[in-house]
């Protein structure tokens, strides 16, 4: 592989100096080549054990992701928890807005999360609406105060999106409870990708979690894990098993979500599509991506052309020239108007993840997030199709025009969004 790029060098030196370091935990003691016992390699490295599910349903479209939404809130008896990094109130958001709002009223226990972060977007505030309708909401680390001299928690955030209703019903994946999650892609949505599934295991899990995170914020009381009842169910014939892949803790090492891809990297025998619209390289991305291609693996991994902030693209795009020296296909989705936004993979047609967590150092060690892998057929094969789907409107960067992207604005941005994006 080439000597490191100046701008990764630079990142390097800048993530020394902000104490977080910047490279992705590959153990050792991991076998590539497919002769992998991921079952044991995730409990061992991070406790993280298969829980059953049923009835998953997954959904890449804005609409039938805004669909969803509105079905679990309305079917909503006990409680509604929302994790949501991004929470706007527009025109695709207020009637969930106000749905939840309705459940309030009628004593459905309906507690909100949203990362702080949320406060920055140019869009009306969710956090004041749901307050004047009296639903409770807390606010992830508030960059205020003391938190100001802390680099560590400045730049931490809750990047999670997940939805737990009843003790039973989690949907979970990429999209936040925002008009750009929601928006059809002929509209300009982004193309997202969530799942919903009945899973009392599961529920259980991300509510305890849940609760973690709420007193933890800046949220007007403490909430109690004895609140929220989760009924038992023994597994059926037809359930499925995935492995949630919750980082809850940025401070955690190995990291959860590093150890994830570990897995996935080192199951991979033949091809592995990665589908990460904001790409930013590092020494340890880059690592993992040479690792499966040294030992003739397909890499291929997929950008977007479209983004919400040229600083996405110039970021993500800085880094192509280094992801096909490494050995990678790269492809450009473009659409045309409609940003990629879904996080997945599909190795050799048979294991699969999706989630929240991006291809860069931020989700690795800096945010909290949320991702599943699982090797069921059915679940695999919604995967599949959501890659086929991006591929026909892919086309493939060469090294020539990967040499574009190594100008001053995108070294720049992606030294900026290693820990800023």
């Not at 994790?83 to 706007?88: A, G, H, M, Q």
């Amino acid at each position: 592989m080439a000597p490191l790029p100046l701008g990764i060098l630079l990142g390097v030196a800048f993530a020394v100096a902000t104490g977080v370091g910047c490279s992705v935990s590959h153990p050792n003691s991991l076998p590539a080549g497919g002769d992998v016992d991921l079952a044991a390699y995730f409990k061992r490295e991070a406790g993280v054990v298969p829980l059953p599910v049923s009835n998953p349903v997954f959904v890449d479209s804005g609409p039938g992701i805004r669909a969803q939404m509105l079905s679990l809130v309305r079917s909503a008896q006990d409680h509604i928890l929302l994790d949501s990094f991004l929470l706007n109130d527009g025109l695709e958001t207020r009637e969930i807005l106000d749905a939840l709002a309705a459940k309030a009223d009628e004593g459905v226990k309906v507690r909100v999360i949203g990362d702080a972060s949320s406060r920055f977007v140019m869009e009306k505030d969710a956090f004041d609406y749901l307050k004047t309708r009296g639903v409770a909401v807390a606010e992830f680390n508030p960059v205020k105060g003391w938190r100001l001299l802390a680099p560590s928690m400045l730049f931490e955030r809750d990047h999670r999106k997940f939805w737990i209703v009843d003790g039973r019903h989690v949907f979970l994946g990429g999209a936040n409870l925002s008009d750009s999650s929601l928006v059809s892609a002929e509209r300009g949505g982004n193309r997202d990708l969530m799942v919903r599934m009945d899973s009392p295991e599961a529920a259980r899990s991300l509510t305890r979690s849940f609760v973690g995170t709420w007193n933890e914020s800046d949220s007007p009381f403490a909430m109690d894990m004895a609140e929220f009842e989760t009924s038992a169910k023994p597994m059926g014939e037809d359930d499925a098993e995935y492995w949630f892949f919750n980082q809850e803790n940025v401070r955690t090492r190995p990291a959860v979500t590093a150890v994830m891809m570990d897995g996935l990297y080192a199951s991979a025998r033949e091809a592995i599509w990665l589908i990460e619209p904001y790409t930013f390289t590092s020494p340890g991305i880059l690592e993992g991506i040479q690792s499966m291609t040294e030992r003739g693996v397909e890499v291929n991994l997929v950008l977007s052309s479209q983004v919400r902030a040229p600083r996405f693209r110039y970021a993500s795009f800085y880094g192509i020239r280094d992801l096909i020296e490494a050995g990678a296909r790269v492809w450009i989705f473009d659409s045309g108007s409609s940003p990629l936004h879904c996080k997945c993979a599909l190795v050799d047609g048979r294991l699969a993840y999706m989630g929240s967590a991006n291809l860069n150092f931020r989700s690795f060690r800096l945010s909290r997030e949320l991702s599943i892998v699982f090797d069921d057929a059915p679940s695999v094969a919604e995967i599949r199709r959501v890659v086929e789907a991006v591929r026909k409107n892919c086309r493939e960067v060469t090294i020539d025009e990967a040499a574009d992207y190594r100008s001053a604005p995108f070294a720049a941005w992606w030294l900026i969004m290693q820990t800023a994006g």
